[in-house]
């Protein structure tokens, strides 16, 4: 599962981030590696979400949101 | 004697950096560049005790890696200036994730204090953090402050200064509970020395480089830092201390890194945050509105048309009194040359050309004040990162990410910082494009000759005319923007990715600082460039070749002009008077206002009688309400200022690209003011 179908208001981990090297990095940086909790708390009709991750919250596009792996929490 | 300490001010974006820098130094600091790129850098300066201190406030950043501009510059300031001491700010509700950001800063092995701001906010959630046991777990001190209160101010200060020699606290203490047992065995005793203390595999490695480093290039400061970096396979480390690394570093260890300083601070936060969040944050509720699905791109149109009626309609309401002022100091000036017995020729020079030029510009600053306000406020609350976020859909069509939208929307202030801020953008090709499309965005300098010719032209709906500027701009921006999305062979991807901070009640000293800078840049426009130009323009428009000239079609500017009118003649633009107006106007938009006046020769161009006056004239040459809504449509597309003009050559590093973008808009403002002038004749007819 991935943020781009998960549900908003629930809680998940996650697994992987499946996206080139750099962005990778700077996603980390923010505080989301792997086993991390993140919430889904909204996303709009193009995709992009909003979600908390280590008390602060990101916004990300479409292909982002789609790349990181999660499971239910 | 003095002494002079250098402090660096570190932290995340939307941490309250500057807030707290501001409280320290107020207005009277230091813009300047970094050498060779345009990345801000301020710098203030105060006394305390026996000290100056030397204040460097340092782009908001998450992390000390290579990849971006901001990040190299910080730590190349923090590794090879003399700043002695590193205030690291620390959004004290965001505590986990600015943690990261200190644990990197304290490995630099530079002095490091800890100002932990907004514990407000984390008070009102019913949180708490203990004081004690934080600077205990990370060896370097604490301080509460709060930037928006002005407290613990000269705390911070004093233990900068008593804490400017010292690296880690003796004092270091850790438990590592089950993170002990998973990586580190004491074998290296790092755990007295440092605060993260990585799993033996890393340590082992850290301090196998670190030897080599050694012998090849001496005792170096901040070594272990080099290490770490070294077998994160950092190329700016590898290339300042290159050693053979064969045998330890396999891979880039910097995931392993970055997940190892995570887990280090979730146990400092099990630690020291007592009654994690317990109330659903106020800014949750207000982000269910204002980032809706559905609500939220009205909600910003909404917020949009609000910001521009204030600006016009408060604007010129204030505008009132600057123009009695104007009328009053023209005339004396009028009067006192004509007292000391000046001659023609230097009465009209300064009444005609330089009050008439300048002062006309000075009366718009109303209208411009208001404007920097608005988007000041927008850009304090956090409001600008949920646009990022609502734009995000329609920009993806564009082939932009939402965060591109803010350069753009930035631009409705000034182009030339507008272009400065799409470094944020990750990837070149849509740095490109959006540097291509926010000069269309209209800047408040274009603001003058909307507000002018809308309210001469257009009575009742002169905002009207004034607003729908701004939606043709956004709409030549959207179109550009598209076809060069159809026509790029690489699609581009959507790469949103940015913090959304907490909602804050914008600080009044942090706006009034920054629309200050921003009145202080118009006025000092005022007073050099559209001097010189309000000067130049009057020389130009009163000398021909046979000298001196009463009759202005004479003039050399009037024969510029009417080589080049022919043109402009299917935009409804073939005067020689509005030719010499919008050449003079690439020095800067606001002198095509100053031009106007200096050419029909009118003191005080935004009064009533002097609007009536222009009106006539322009009337006159059969200048009518369709030619100065084509002269609104050229002004908001043609060539960028020169200002603008010198920041593309500066972000872009390409002649090449910088003369392509001055004959694009060029002729885009060409083709759009044709069709206006052209499609309005028919209906006119």
Redo the contacts between chains.
């Keep these: 599962m991935t943020l781009l179908n998960a549900t908003i208001g629930y809680t998940y981990m996650v697994n992987s981030l499946e996206l080139d090297k750099v962005t990778v990095r700077r996603l980390e940086a923010l505080g989301l590696t792997r086993g991390t909790k993140i919430k889904l708390l909204n996303r709009n009709r193009g995709g992009s979400v909003i979600f908390m991750v280590r008390g602060s919250r990101l916004a990300v596009g479409k292909k982002i949101a789609d790349s990181i792996q999660m499971r239910e929490a | 004697m003095k002494k002079v300490l250098q402090v660096g001010f570190v932290g995340n974006p939307n941490c309250g950096k500057t807030t707290l820098f501001n409280a320290y130094t107020g207005a009277n600091l230091k813009v300047a560049n970094w050498p060779g790129v345009t990345v801000e850098k301020k710098e203030g300066a105060f006394k305390y005790h026996d000290y100056k201190f030397k204040l460097v406030d340092l782009p908001g950043i998450?992390?000390l890696?290579s990849?971006t501009m901001e990040e190299r510059l910080t730590r190349e300031f923090i590794m090879n200036s003399d700043v002695d001491v590193i205030v690291n700010i620390v959004d004290a509700?965001?505590?986990?994730?600015n943690l990261?950001l200190t644990l990197q800063l304290i490995e630099m092995g530079k002095p490091v204090v800890v100002a932990l701001n907004m514990m407000d906010i984390v008070e009102e959630r019913g949180m708490e953090i203990d004081l004690h046991r934080l600077p205990e777990m990370l060896g370097v001190p604490v301080i509460p402050v709060s930037a928006r209160k002005k407290t613990g101010l000269d705390i911070l200060m004093h233990t900068v200064a008593h804490h400017k020699d010292k690296y880690i606290d003796p004092n270091l203490e850790h438990h590592h509970g089950k993170y002990t047992k998973e990586y580190s065995k004491h074998r290296h005793e790092h755990h007295e020395e440092y605060p993260v203390v990585y799993s033996d595999l890393l340590e082992d490695k850290i301090d196998e480089v670190s030897e080599r480093i050694r012998e090849n290039h001496g005792n170096i400061d901040n070594l272990r830092w080099y290490a770490i970096k070294h077998i994160e396979m950092d190329e700016m480390a590898q290339a300042k201390y290159p050693i053979d690394s064969n045998g330890i570093v396999h891979n880039s260890y910097?995931?392993e890194i970055?997940?190892q300083k995570?887990d280090f601070i979730e146990e400092i936060i099990e630690e020291v945050l007592v009654n994690k969040?317990k109330k659903a944050a106020v800014?949750?509720k207000v982000?269910?509105v204002l980032?809706n699905?559905y609500l939220?791109l009205p909600i910003f149109l909404g917020i949009m048309a609000f910001v521009f009626f204030l600006t016009f309609q408060i604007g010129d309401f204030i505008k009132g009194g600057f123009e009695g002022g104007l009328d009053a100091f023209s005339n004396s000036v009028f009067n006192l040359l004509t007292v000391i017995g000046a001659g023609d020729f230097v009465t009209s020079l300064v009444v005609d050309g330089i009050v008439a030029g300048v002062g006309g510009i000075l009366t718009f600053l109303p209208n411009i004040f208001i404007l920097f306000l608005a988007l000041a406020y927008l850009e304090d609350s956090g409001y600008m990162?949920?646009v990022?976020?609502?734009m995000?859909?329609?920009m993806?069509k564009l082939g932009l990410?939402?965060r591109a939208f803010i350069p753009m929307l930035l631009g409705f202030g000034c182009t030339v910082p507008a272009i400065m801020a799409s470094r944020s953008l990750?990837n070149m090709q849509d740095r490109r494009k959006t540097i291509l499309v926010t000069p269309f965005m209209s800047c408040s300098a274009r603001l003058p000759i909307y507000v002018l010719f809308s309210q001469m032209f257009f009575g009742k709906n002169a905002m009207l005319a004034a607003y729908s500027m701004y939606l043709i701009g956004i709409a030549v921006a959207i179109i550009v923007a598209y076809v060069m999305n159809k026509n790029s062979e690489k699609s581009t991807?959507?790469?949103?990715?940015?913090?959304?901070?907490e909602y804050k009640a914008p600080n009044l000293r942090t706006i009034l600082i920054y629309v200050w800078e921003k009145v202080k840049e118009y006025l000092t426009k005022a007073g050099t460039t559209i001097f010189a130009a309000s000067v130049l323009i009057w020389f130009v428009l009163n000398f021909g070749p046979g000298g001196m000239v009463s009759d202005m079609s004479q003039s050399y500017g009037a024969m510029l002009g009417k080589t080049v009118s022919p043109l402009l003649a299917p935009a409804g633009l073939g005067m020689w008077q509005v030719v010499v107006a919008l050449i003079s106007g690439i020095a800067a938009k606001e002198i095509v206002v100053s031009s106007f006046s200096v050419l029909f020769g009118i003191a005080n161009i935004n009064s009533v009688e002097g609007m009536a006056g222009l009106t006539q004239v322009l009337a006159d040459y059969g200048f009518g309400a369709l030619n100065a809504y084509s002269l609104m449509v050229f002004c908001l597309l043609y060539i960028p200022c020169a200002a603008t003009i010198g920041v593309i050559q500066r972000e872009m590093r390409s002649a090449k690209w910088t003369v392509f973008t001055i004959l694009f808009q060029l002729g885009v403002a060409w083709l759009v003011s044709t069709l206006v002038y052209q499609i309005g004749s028919l209906f006119l007819a």
């Design positions: 998450y992390s890696t990849y509700s965001s505590l986990e994730r990261y910097e995931e970055i997940n995570y969040a800014t949750d982000d269910k980032t699905s939220g990162s949920r990022a976020y609502v995000d859909g329609i993806g990410s939402g990750e991807q959507n790469t949103l990715l940015i913090e959304l901070p």
